[in-house]
């Protein structure tokens, strides 16, 4: 773990100052506390506020830039007004990072900055995600992935650190909580947002609720079903007061990106082997 986060700030140290697409997360958080040692005030983080993402973690990455110390910007990147994107394809993720990359190069190479990280870890790297597409398009480099540095390894770091998002909940834009094929409404996610909010005080340490249509699949760790189950009256209660009229438990209980076990595995092979050709990047 040492040896990667070496390996991490020898990679920061091949530019002199860095534009971070910030969430709030477990993982930009950790990666704009190490950068911040390496680029001092040359050093931008950039949240994008969208129907996608809630107003909770907007506002916790609001507290977390300030206590960093670290110049903060917010801009708006609506996904929702990208042709095609509310008809949920598989490779939404694509278009969402598309619009949101495009908009920090263009602040980045506007205002000075050497470059654009993202926070992906080296995890990240073994489920179907379009949107590295999109990063290979604008030059976004994401330093924790190339240090081999994984989700564990963040978080035991990010605890050395004092930091508070150590044990922070792994979160994803609220647009993944949907099957393929579903469309996206602000309506929808709006319900999902606050349903999750609400769950989010009955302190599981990790969960997700999947939309669909006005069902509310939850996913919960399997060392918390027992929890979820003594509390089902009020997880139903909390869902239906959101909107869903239908709500159930999964028995596989969470995991990463489980929308995508529908699909076939020649559409996810042949999305990661396109080149930069055939997206025309």
Not at 78 to 83: A, K, N, R
Not at 161 to 173: D, G, V
Request: charged share 30%; with cysteine; proline share 3%.
């Amino acid at each position: 773990m040492e040896e990667n986060l070496t390996r991490l700030r020898q990679r920061l140290e091949q530019f002199s100052s860095a534009v971070i697409a910030f969430s709030g997360g477990v993982d930009s958080t950790f990666l704009a506390r190490v950068a911040k040692d390496v680029y001092g005030d040359k050093l931008l983080l950039i949240t994008a506020t969208s129907s996608t993402y809630p107003f909770y973690e907007l506002e916790e990455a609001k507290s977390l830039a300030v206590l960093l110390g670290i110049r903060h910007m917010i801009i708006v990147s609506e996904e929702l007004e990208i042709p095609g994107y509310s008809e949920n394809p598989p490779d939404r993720c694509y278009y969402c990072k598309s619009e949101l990359f495009s908009k920090l190069k263009f602040i980045a190479d506007r205002d000075g900055f050497d470059v654009v990280f993202d926070g992906s870890n080296a995890d990240d790297m073994n489920d179907f995600r379009p949107g590295m597409k999109a990063k290979q398009k604008y030059g976004v480099i994401s330093p924790l992935s190339e240090a081999g540095i994984n989700k564990e390894e963040i978080r035991q770091l990010s605890a050395e650190y004092n930091l508070p998002t150590a044990n922070k909940q792994s979160y994803a834009c609220l647009a993944s909580r949907f099957p393929y094929g579903e469309k996206i409404t602000k309506e929808k996610l709006d319900r999902v947002g606050t349903a999750e909010f609400e769950i989010r005080k009955l302190a599981f340490t990790q969960f997700r609720i999947r939309s669909h249509d006005n069902l509310a699949r939850l996913e919960f760790l399997t060392a918390e079903m027992d929890n979820a189950w003594l509390q089902r009256d009020c997880l139903t209660d909390i869902c239906r007061s959101a909107g869903f009229s239908y709500v159930t438990i999964d028995l596989s209980g969470y995991r990463t990106g489980s929308m995508n076990e529908v699909l076939p595995d020649e559409l996810k092979i042949s999305w990661q082997e396109k080149d930069s050709n055939s997206l025309n990047l």
